[in-house]
């Protein structure tokens, strides 16, 4: 029964607050393209998905695929190390060794202001984000983008993992789009609306009680969300939701800059080199001029391995076949 079970050709793997969620509508636009509609499905940071029962259940998200189309899903869980581990080793053993991925990133301190206002509402999380920063070593960890991809590049080539500038893939919309699809292995198709954006901190809204339950339910997201057309499940959600509350987002201090850039020094001048790069650049201009109008680069450089932990392991050696 399992050589019947479907499952993605290729993943979106994060980061979180990077544009994933934008990425992975414009994907959906590709006739060619099968993803569920609810993204975050996330079943491969969890071992289950290794058990007989847990393969079943991840397969349901791609049954009403057609089988000329490809399969894909995104969640951000699949690069934050150090909270979910193991993940690379659960897609190559799962989907299987010829997965491909695609990392979208932005600039890390961008990143980082984002993050703190998606959260800083829940309990616990200082509204200041210097202080939030120092307390809360996932605003760090998550924008640490070579220690998120180390191990992935112990299980896959380089050359199936691509890297997107979320700078870049704005400014460059369609350009990036059909880079994108050739590299998952579509022809281009020209984007609805390419100045369309999705999940930014300003167009969140809270959903409570019953309805919550249901819609992240299994049944809903594998089922009823496949099955409903997205001209009614939006103006439903809208009368079933209210507007999330916008924080204000604080500035990054000097000093709390300066230790952001001492924590991340090292890995940004590693993720240059993965991506073949001097130095890493992150603001519109420079980012065009660094990775070009397509802002995707497909690895395949030279550095240094890292354990599934994201710790360094030395001895440089090829990462791509």
């Known amino acids: 029964m399992e050589a019947r079970l479907k499952f993605p050709d290729f993943l979106v793997i994060g980061a979180l607050k990077c544009g994933t969620t934008t990425l992975c509508q414009d994907l959906m636009q590709h006739p060619g393209i099968f993803m569920p509609a609810s993204k975050e499905v996330g079943d491969l940071k969890d071992d289950r998905v290794l058990t007989r029962a847990g393969r079943a259940s991840y397969a349901d998200y791609f049954r009403f695929a057609d089988p000329a189309q490809l399969c894909a899903e995104g969640a951000t869980a ?4 150090p909270k979910f581990q193991g993940v690379p080793a659960r897609v190559h053993a799962v989907c299987g060794p010829q997965t491909r991925m695609l990392y979208i990133v932005r600039d890390p301190y961008e990143r980082i202001r984002s993050h703190h206002a998606q959260i800083v509402q829940r309990p616990g999380i200082p509204e200041d984000i210097n202080e939030a920063v120092h307390q809360i070593p996932d605003f760090v960890d998550y924008s640490k983008y070579a220690m998120q991809l180390g191990p992935w590049l112990e ?167």
């Open 78 to 81: 699949y690069t934050r190390l």
């Open 155 to 321: 299980q896959f080539p380089g050359t199936q993992i691509a890297v997107v500038c979320l700078e870049g893939y704005k400014r460059h919309r369609q350009a990036t789009m059909d880079a994108i699809y050739r590299f998952v292995g579509r022809e281009p198709i020209r984007l609805a609306d390419p100045n369309a954006v999705h999940n930014s901190v300003g167009q969140r809204r809270r959903v409570d009680g019953v309805f919550y339950r249901m819609i992240t339910s299994k049944f809903y997201k594998a089922y009823l969300q496949q099955l409903s057309p997205k001209a009614l499940r939006r103006p439903l959600r809208k009368i079933l939701s209210r507007p999330a509350p916008v924080p204000a987002v604080g500035a990054i201090s000097p000093e709390t800059r300066k230790w952001l850039e001492a924590q991340l020094r090292d890995d940004q001048r590693e993720f240059a080199a993965m991506l073949g790069f001097s130095e890493m650049a992150w603001t519109d201009e420079a980012a065009t001029s660094l990775w070009g109008e397509s802002s995707l680069r497909i690895l395949g450089q030279t550095a240094t391995p890292r354990d599934g932990a994201g710790k360094s392991r030395g001895n440089s050696v090829p990462w791509a076949s």
